[in-house]
Every structure is written in structure tokens, then in C-alpha cells.
């Protein structure tokens, strides 16, 4: 049998083992820093630390060979004096006036087309869905055959009605276009994303318009787009940023032209770090293309933002 003082040792060893056990509140704290983890680990890894080195090459000089040299304010100096900054700028802005705007109402409209319950909609979802998920390579190959000129299936698609050939991506007029028509092909991503706003919203809603005497366009008005506010305030500010990004297109099928028409920022961006060997130069242009977004986003969410209807807005 156990003596007396091996029993006393015993208690104290539980004592202080429900002592040391971890109370539900830290528990639950450092289940939480687990989950957190990844998403801190890749925000130091992959913003935090290439912006400071950013900030870091803002005033350095660095052809990617010879240690960088420090030239103090020479790059920012150089943004007022670069001549294609301007034109790389109206590209990028351009592109995203027209293609953001056009891309949600076309997306908004097929999601209205398939919010349907009918026999084989699955399958017409999957083909509008489809195009989103091809990679931007195979994107931009098929869509530079069919712009081309002479063969290209648009152009044999226009003579075959009468019209002209049209020089898509030779003509800097049509360049951007044809960029916004292109953008039309992936919009399967927020299409999904508007389809399941509109099976969100509840049948009692438009039930209740059909008994007032509500038509089509009024319970459209009136209804769909005040509730789905939140899900087109959110891809408009999505649209934008990737509008802004542009960089595959712009780079396998025009590599900026016709006459610096297609230059987009972050493809000038490249260029400057890869192709002029000017990283300090291409860190101040990531900078300017951040404090633009950052602009950009503050007058979004000032004055868009704050027309969105939000059905349970809190305290």
C-alpha cells in the first residue's frame, strides 16, 4: 500500500497539473492564432517584406547585376519627366472605364438569363462559367488567332455580313476595345457570384410585389438590385483592382501596342525592371500604381459604398 506521503505527493502532482491545464478561453486564443497563421505568414512574406524592399529600391539605382546605388529622389523626379508614363496611365484607365462597368452589367444580365428553374440549366451554366476558369495563357493565344486581320474568326464573321476587315490589335483605336470585348469572355467568376446573390433573395419578396401590382422591371428596380447592392458593390471594387493588374493580355498578344496603346502600368511596370534593367525605377512605378488604388478605393467606398443597401446593418 501507498504511504502517506507518497498519496500527499500524488495530490500536489494533480494540483499542479489542473494548474498548468490551459483554461477554454486560451484554448480557443491560440486555435485562433492557428488559423490566422497562414494568412499572417503570407502577408509578411509576400506584401509586407517585397514592399519595404520596394520602398528600399525607390531610391536605389539596380540593373539586377551591380549593387544597387543609392540616387535619392531621381526616380520619383523621373515620373514627372517620362513620356510614356502618360500614355501607359490613359491605357489602364481607359480599359478600366470601359470594361469594369460593361462587365458587371453583362455578368448581372447572364445570371439574371440562368436564375431560371428549368430542365438542363446546369449545363448552361457550366458553358457560361467555363471560359473563367481556361488559363490566361490559352486565353490570349486563342484570342490573338481571332483577331487576327486576314483569318481571324471575328473578321471572317464581319465580312461574311457585308462589313470591312477591321484591324483589332494593328489600329490603336480598336486596341482597347477589343481588350473590353475580351474581358467579356471571363466574367463566368462574378456571374457565379450574382447568381448566388439572386438565389438569396427570398420568393416572399417578389410575392408580395405580384400582389401589389408590381411588374417585371418595377420588382427589379424596387427589389433585386437594393438587395443585391452588396454583391455588385463588391465585384465593382474587385473589377476595378483587377482592371488595374492587367498584365497577360496585354503582354503575350500586343506587348503594349499598337504605338504604346496597350502599354498597361503593370506591363510597363515589367519592362522597366526586366527589359530596361531599371528595377528602382519599376519599384517607384509598383508604388504609384498602389497610392492609385488606394485613392481609387477611398473615393469607391466614400461615395459607392455608402449607397449600398445592407439588409442587416448592425448596431
Do not use: H
Amino acid at each position: 500500500m501507498a504511504t502517506r506521503s507518497e498519496l500527499n505527493t500524488s495530490v500536489l502532482s494533480l494540483k499542479s497539473l489542473r494548474e498548468r491545464r490551459l483554461t477554454l478561453a486560451q484554448k480557443r486564443t491560440i486555435i485562433g492564432y492557428i488559423f490566422i497563421g497562414p494568412f499572417i505568414l503570407g502577408f509578411i512574406l509576400w506584401f509586407l517584406i517585397p514592399a519595404l524592399v520596394a520602398l528600399y529600391l525607390t531610391f536605389q539605382q539596380w540593373n539586377l547585376i551591380s549593387p544597387p546605388r543609392f540616387v535619392g529622389l531621381a526616380n520619383i523626379e523621373r515620373l514627372f519627366k517620362d513620356p510614356l508614363l502618360p500614355m501607359s496611365l490613359k491605357a489602364t484607365f481607359l480599359y478600366t472605364i470601359l470594361s469594369v462597368p460593361l462587365g458587371l452589367i453583362f455578368s448581372f444580365f447572364l445570371a439574371m438569363l440562368i436564375n431560371t428553374k428549368m430542365r438542363g440549366i446546369a449545363v448552361f451554366r457550366t458553358i457560361y462559367y467555363l471560359p473563367s476558369i481556361i488559363p490566361a495563357v490559352a486565353n490570349a493565344v486563342l484570342w490573338a488567332w481571332m483577331y487576327n486581320t486576314e483569318f481571324g474568326l471575328i473578321n471572317v464573321i464581319v465580312r461574311g455580313f457585308g462589313g470591312p476587315k477591321i484591324p483589332w490589335l494593328q489600329d490603336p483605336a480598336w486596341a482597347i476595345p477589343a481588350f473590353v470585348i475580351l474581358n467579356f469572355w471571363s466574367v463566368g467568376g462574378s456571374m457565379i457570384i450574382f447568381l448566388a446573390g439572386l438565389q438569396g433573395i427570398p420568393d416572399i419578396f417578389y410575392e408580395a410585389a405580384e400582389i401589389d401590382g408590381a411588374g417585371r422591371w418595377q420588382k427589379l428596380w424596387k427589389i433585386t438590385l437594393p438587395l443585391m447592392s452588396p454583391i455588385i458593390f463588391y465585384n465593382l471594387v474587385i473589377g476595378f483592382i483587377n482592371s488595374f493588374q492587367v498584365f497577360i493580355i496585354g503582354y503575350l498578344i500586343t506587348d503594349g501596342g499598337p504605338q504604346n496603346a496597350t502599354l498597361f502600368l503593370v506591363l510597363y511596370i515589367y519592362r522597366s525592371a526586366f527589359q530596361s534593367q531599371n528595377m528602382g525605377y519599376a519599384a517607384t512605378l509598383s508604388w504609384l500604381l498602389f497610392f492609385i488604388l488606394m485613392f481609387l478605393s477611398y473615393i469607391v467606398f466614400k461615395y459607392i459604398g455608402t449607397r449600398v443597401y445592407y439588409e442587416n446593418p448592425g448596431d
